[in-house]
C-alpha cells in the first residue's frame, strides 16, 4: 500500500501552476497531483488527505464541486490559490469554508502560513533553494561532455512536455536516472514517478502490475490490487525494457496510451489515470520492429521524443567526473578515506572500453574502495581485465582524452583488427592476406603468432 497524501492539489489547465507545483516539491510533502474536477472526485472516493488546494484561474466554474467538497470531505480544509483573483471570488471561497484564499503567484511565507492554518505537516524550508526531489533531478547525472550536455538540454526542454519519451541506450549507461531526471524536474515532480521493469517481470504478472486487479479475478487474487498505471496518477510511469513486453501487453499498452484509460483484470469499472509515460530499451527497436516482436504503431507511439543514452566509450572525458564522485560516495558508505585514483589507473580507466558503461565503472571502484591497500587507488587494485591490450577501438577515439592513452596498445589493436580482417576476406590464405595488406608473408606470420590469431578451423 502506498501511504496517503497529506495535500491533493487539483491543477486547473490555466497552465500557469508550475510555480506552486515546484514550490510545493521543495516541501517535502506527501502530495497527489489532479487535473480535473472529475478525478479529483474520483481519487476522494478511494483516497484521505488532509487538506486539498485548488490551484485554479478562478473560482467561479468550480462552486458547485467546492460544496460538494463540504459535503464529502467536510474534516478536509480546503486552500485556494487563484491566478485570476476577484472580490467576487474570494467572498465565494468564504462562504464555501475555505481555509485560505492566496493569490497566484503565491510567495513562499504565504504558502507556508496556508499550509501551517490547514495542519499539513512538511519539512521546514530551509533558506537555500532545496534541490529538487534530493538529488534526482539533472544534478545526479554526473558528466560535463558535450555528448551528456546534450542530454541535459533536451532533458530541460521536454521534461514539462506531457509526450511519450523514448530513452535509448546501452545497459549501464543512466537511463532510469535520466528518466527520474525528466520527472522530477517537470511539472509532474511532485507526483509519483512509477517504475516498471517490463524484462524482470513474467508476462501475466506484468499484466496485473501494470492494470491491477479486482478481487477474485484469479486464483490468487484475493483482494483488489490496485496497478502501476493507477498508482501513477498524477506523475509518470517509467517503463523499463520495453522490448521485452508480450505482444498480447504491447496491443493493451497502446490502447492505454491512446486513451488513458483501462479495467483492472477482473473488473468492469473503467479507470481513468493521468500519468505520463517513459520507456527504456538497450535493444534496437526498430530492428524488433522489422523482426515481428514488436509492434510498429506502439514503436511510434513510444518514439515521440528519443533520448540517446550516450555509452561511456563514447565520452571518456566524463570519467574524472564520474571517478570523484563515486569515490566520494563509497568513501562515505563504506566508512572510508581513499583520496583518489592514482593517474596512471586515470589513464588505464581512459583506454577501456567499458561494455558494462557506468554502470560497470561504479562496481569497479566499489569493490576497490573497499579492498584497497592504501588511501590512493593504484593499479595493482584493478581488476585484470583492465590490463589487457587494445580495448577501446582507434576510431572511437575522436578527441584525445584529457587523461591521455597507451598510444603503442590502440595501434596494436588496430593493426590486429585489419589483419583479421584481411585473413576473413581471404579465408585464412596466408599468402593472399599478405598480399592485400602488401606485407611479407613471414611478416604476417610473425604478427599473427603475437597477435595469437589463428582460425577456428585451423586450430581444429
Ligand atoms: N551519468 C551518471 N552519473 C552518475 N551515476 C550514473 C550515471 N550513469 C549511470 N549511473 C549509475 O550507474 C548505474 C546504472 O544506471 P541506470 O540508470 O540503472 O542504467 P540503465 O538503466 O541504462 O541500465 C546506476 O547505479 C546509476 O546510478
Ligand atoms: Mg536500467
Redesign the pocket.
Known amino acids: 500500500m502506498t501511504h496517503n497524501p497529506l495535500l491533493l492539489l487539483l491543477l486547473d489547465s490555466s497552465g500557469r501552476s508550475s510555480e506552486l507545483v515546484k514550490a510545493l516539491q521543495k516541501k517535502d510533502l506527501a502530495l497527489a497531483v489532479v487535473r480535473s474536477e472529475a478525478e479529483a472526485r474520483r481519487w476522494l472516493d478511494e483516497n484521505q488527505c488532509q487538506a486539498i488546494l485548488l490551484a485554479v484561474s478562478s473560482l467561479q466554474p468550480h462552486g458547485s464541486f467546492l460544496s460538494d467538497l463540504q459535503d464529502v470531505v467536510s474534516s478536509v480544509a480546503v486552500i485556494v490559490a487563484a491566478s485570476d483573483p476577484s472580490v467576487k471570488d474570494a467572498v465565494v471561497a468564504l462562504q464555501a469554508g475555505v481555509i485560505d484564499y492566496l493569490e497566484a503567484p503565491v510567495s513562499d511565507s504565504r504558502l507556508d502560513a496556508a499550509l501551517d492554518k490547514a495542519g499539513v505537516s512538511r519539512r521546514v524550508s530551509s533558506p537555500d533553494p532545496v534541490p529538487v526531489k534530493a538529488g534526482k533531478g539533472c544534478s ?4 560535463n561532455s558535450s555528448a ?1 550536455r546534450q542530454v541535459f538540454s533536451l532533458i530541460k526542454k521536454v521534461c514539462d512536455a506531457e509526450t511519450t519519451v523514448l ?1 535509448r ?12 531526471a525528466l520527472h522530477y524536474e517537470g511539472v509532474r515532480g511532485a507526483g509519483p514517478f512509477v517504475p516498471v521493469n517490463c524484462g524482470a517481470i513474467p508476462g501475466e504478472l506484468l499484466e496485473s502490475e501494470l492494470f491491477g486487479h479486482e478481487k477474485g479475478a484469479f486464483t490468487h487474487a484475493i483482494r483488489t490490487r490496485l496497478g502501476r498505471f493507477e498508482l501513477a496518477n498524477g506523475g509518470t510511469v517509467f517503463l ?1 525494457e520495453i522490448s521485452e513486453m508480450s505482444p498480447m501487453l504491447q496491443v493493451k499498452l497502446l490502447r492505454v496510451l491512446q486513451e488513458k484509460e483501462f479495467e483492472r483484470i477482473g473488473g468492469t469499472k473503467t479507470i481513468s489515470s493521468d500519468f505520463r509515460v517513459i520507456a ?1 530499451t ?1 535493444r534496437d527497436l526498430e530492428q524488433e520492429v522489422q523482426a515481428g516482436r514488436f509492434r510498429e504503431d506502439l514503436y511510434y507511439r513510444l518514439n515521440v521524443i528519443p533520448i540517446e ?1 550516450p555509452p ?1 566509450r563514447e565520452r571518456l572525458q ?1 570519467i574524472p567526473l ?1 571517478v570523484e ?2 569515490v566520494a560516495r563509497f568513501n562515505r558508505l563504506r566508512k572510508k578515506k581513499i583520496k583518489g585514483v592514482a593517474d596512471e589507473v586515470m589513464v588505464r580507466f581512459a583506454h577501456y572500453a567499458w561494455p558494462g ?3 560497470e ?2 562496481n569497479m571502484l566499489e569493490r576497490m574502495v573497499i579492498l584497497a591497500g592504501s588511501d590512493v587507488l593504484s593499479v595493482a587494485d584493478l581488476p585484470e581485465r583492465l590490463l589487457e591490450a587494445g580495448t577501446v577501438p582507434v576510431e572511437r577515439f575522436e578527441e584525445l582524452p584529457v587523461q591521455g592513452f597507451f598510444l603503442n596498445e590502440v595501434l596494436a589493436d588496430f593493426e590486429k583488427r585489419l589483419i583479421l580482417q584481411a585473413l576473413e576476406q581471404t579465408d585464412w590464405v596466408k599468402n593472399r592476406a599478405a598480399k592485400l595488406l602488401n606485407v611479407n608473408r613471414t611478416t604476417l606470420i610473425e604478427k599473427m603468432k603475437r597477435f595469437k590469431l589463428a582460425s577456428s578451423s585451423a586450430e581444429a
Open positions: 545526479a547525472i554526473i558528466g551528456m530513452v541506450g546501452e545497459s549501464g549507461t543512466g537511463k532510469e536516472l535520466i528518466a527520474q523499463d527504456a538497450n543514452a561511456l566524463d564520474l564522485h563515486f558503461n557506468v554502470r565503472l561504479e
